[in-house]
């Protein structure tokens, strides 16, 4: 089992800037492939970000490309979402995921586990 524990979210201006953290912990030798969702009110959970643990591909949502970053810092088994320039339609629950499977992926179902959530709200 892989246990991730997202933080970092809370109250920003349009135009600021957030870092949330991913911390894992558990058999995390066992996920190769982490990703960013979100989930605005009334929409459905969307893809965000993707990377690979041990090597260098990443994938973005065209939404966020640009935007947006998604890095990961091996010693402390955490992966980071920078966001940048942010706007009032980045609000969302921002949910980190990881799977066991190699390569990035876009799919919410090949993603095996998956954080409570850290809240994200940009005021205009």
């Known amino acids: 089992q892989v246990q991730l524990v997202e933080s970092g979210g809370g109250l920003v201006q349009a135009g600021g800037s957030l870092r949330p953290s991913c911390a894992a912990s558990?058999?995390?030798?066992?996920?190769?492939?982490m990703g960013w969702f979100r989930q605005a009110p009334g929409k459905e959970r969307e893809f965000v970000a993707a990377?690979?643990?041990?090597?260098?591909?990443?994938a973005y949502a065209d939404s966020v490309k640009g935007q947006f970053t998604i890095s990961r810092d091996y010693a402390k088994n955490t992966v980071y979402l920078q966001m940048n320039n942010l706007k009032p339609d980045d609000t969302a629950v921002y949910y980190c995921?990881?799977?066991?499977?190699?390569?990035?992926?876009?799919?919410?179902?090949?993603?095996?586990?998956w954080g409570q959530g850290t809240q994200v709200t940009v005021s205009s």
């Open positions: 558990g058999r995390t030798f066992s996920s190769n492939r």
């Open positions: 995921a990881a799977a066991r499977g190699f390569g990035v992926s876009r799919l919410e179902h090949e993603y095996d586990y």
């Open positions: 990377a690979t643990w041990s090597g260098g591909s990443t």
